[in-house]
């Protein structure tokens, strides 16, 4: 596609529950990042993958997420035994190869009610 | 590990007047860019700088980068109501955001 596709684009879920997040990058690019954002805070780095493998997982913070790009395109976001405290705007970016300019989704807004 | 610090966090600023922000790392930068995320939206690449002591300028933005590559600014002149959002810096390898500054314009 012309750009970063993430959907759903909203999901509201009951604490306790697993959710799934999916991004679809710009074809082509072997970088992908994922952030959580949260109101009037700057993008939280999760996770960095090059191609295929997680390059970096240093920003999980807690066994509850995982992520996951088989194939080094689309990746997806798994969180488990959601809670409140997750709720936040998931934002995938993808850029050509690490560390050059990176281009966003629109953000999964996630909320654990 | 590495840490980007940006200040001012908030700044109003009348249309017309000038608007600085700055950005610290713990770290040396192999490069740095800069994003800007209006409210309601996602953040969009505006510049990568990755030479010592660079300057580039975007119509009314001009960016720098410090000589010891730890520090940039980015300086808009004559805002407009356009230049309204969050502009954050963000350190290369991972990118890794600053918490951003906010700029509001007066009318």
């Known amino acids: 596609g012309a750009g970063v596709s993430q959907t759903p684009s909203n999901k509201v879920t009951e604490k306790g529950k697993y959710v799934e997040l999916r991004c679809d990058p710009i074809?082509?690019?072997?970088?992908l990042y994922w952030y959580r954002q949260s109101l009037g805070q700057g993008p939280e780095f999760l996770i960095y993958?090059?191609?295929?493998?997680?390059?970096?997982d240093s920003g999980l913070p807690n066994d509850r997420f995982f992520a996951v790009r088989p194939e080094g395109s689309v990746s997806t976001l798994k969180i488990q035994r959601t809670e409140r405290g997750d709720s936040a705007v998931y934002l995938c970016?993808?850029?050509?190869?690490?560390?050059?300019?990176?281009?966003f989704g629109q953000g999964t807004r996630l909320t654990v009610v | 590990g590495q840490q980007v610090m940006q200040i001012p966090q908030y700044q109003h600023v009348q249309e017309g007047e000038d608007f600085t922000t700055y950005c610290n790392s713990s770290?040396?930068?192999?490069?740095i860019q800069w994003y800007k995320q209006r409210p309601g939206g996602h953040p969009v690449f505006l510049i990568q700088?990755?030479?010592?002591?660079e300057v580039k300028k975007q119509k009314r933005l001009t960016f720098q980068f410090g000589e010891a590559k730890k520090n940039s600014s980015l300086h808009i002149t004559a805002t407009q109501t356009t230049d309204v959002g969050t502009y954050f810096c963000?350190?290369?390898?991972?990118?890794?955001f600053g918490k951003g500054t906010r700029l509001h314009i007066l009318p």
């Open positions: 970016a993808s850029s050509a190869r690490r560390g050059t300019e990176a281009f």
């Open positions: 074809s082509g690019h072997t970088a």
């Open positions: 993958f090059q191609g295929t493998g997680a390059a970096d």
């Open positions: 770290t040396t930068l192999s490069n």
């Open positions: 700088l990755v030479k010592s002591g």
């Open positions: 963000a350190g290369w390898d991972k990118i890794i």
